[in-house]
C-alpha cells in the first residue's frame, strides 16, 4: 500500500529543440524565396523518336511544370499557414522576439532586439528561450533527451 507511482517526465534536450525550430525557420526562409530555375518552363524545343501516343496523359513539359507549381504553391501556403498558427499562439512578447529574431526579412540582432524590448540582456534571453520552447510544443518539434534505456536499445 506504501508504494508510490514512479512517473518520469522525459526531458526536453533544449540544444536539439532549437535546432529544429531553426530547420523550420530556415525552411521558411526558402518557402519565401523565389521560385527556383528548375521549375520553370522549357523555352528550347526538344525532339524526341517516341511515336505519339493517346492516352489523355499530361506530356507537356509545360503542364507538367504547371502542375509542380500549383502543388509547390500548395505545399508552401500550408508550411507557412502551420507556422504562422504556431507563432500566433505565443504570448505577445515572446511572438515579438520571435518575429524579429527569424522572420523579418533581415533576422535581427539580439541586441537591437533587446534594446528595442526595452529589457536587459538576462531577461531577453530567459524570453526568448522559453519563446523557442513553447513554439517547438506548438509545432510539436521537441525533441526529448534519451534516457539510458534508449539508449542501449538504440545501440544493439
Given at each position: 500500500m506504501n508504494k508510490q507511482l514512479s512517473f518520469k517526465m522525459p526531458i526536453v534536450d533544449g540544444k536539439r529543440t532549437k535546432q529544429e525550430i531553426e530547420k523550420v525557420f530556415n525552411e521558411y526562409r526558402r518557402y519565401l524565396a523565389t521560385m527556383p530555375c528548375d521549375m520553370?518552363?522549357?523555352?528550347?524545343?526538344?525532339?524526341?523518336?517516341?511515336?505519339?501516343?493517346?492516352?489523355?496523359e499530361f506530356n507537356s513539359s509545360t503542364e507538367n511544370i504547371v502542375i509542380e507549381r500549383i502543388e509547390y504553391e500548395q505545399e508552401r501556403n500550408k508550411f507557412i499557414s502551420w507556422l504562422y498558427d504556431g507563432v500566433n499562439r505565443l504570448r505577445d512578447d515572446e511572438r515579438e522576439v520571435i518575429v524579429k529574431f527569424y522572420m523579418e526579412h533581415d533576422s535581427g540582432y539580439d541586441q537591437d532586439i533587446w534594446m528595442d524590448l526595452g529589457i536587459g540582456k538576462t531577461k531577453y534571453y530567459k524570453l526568448k528561450g522559453r519563446a523557442i520552447l513553447r513554439l517547438a510544443f506548438n509545432l510539436k518539434k521537441e525533441v526529448f533527451q534519451k534516457t539510458r534505456k534508449q539508449k542501449e536499445e538504440q545501440s544493439i
Open positions: 520553370l518552363p522549357k523555352v528550347t524545343a526538344s525532339y524526341s523518336i517516341v511515336p505519339p501516343s493517346n492516352t489523355n
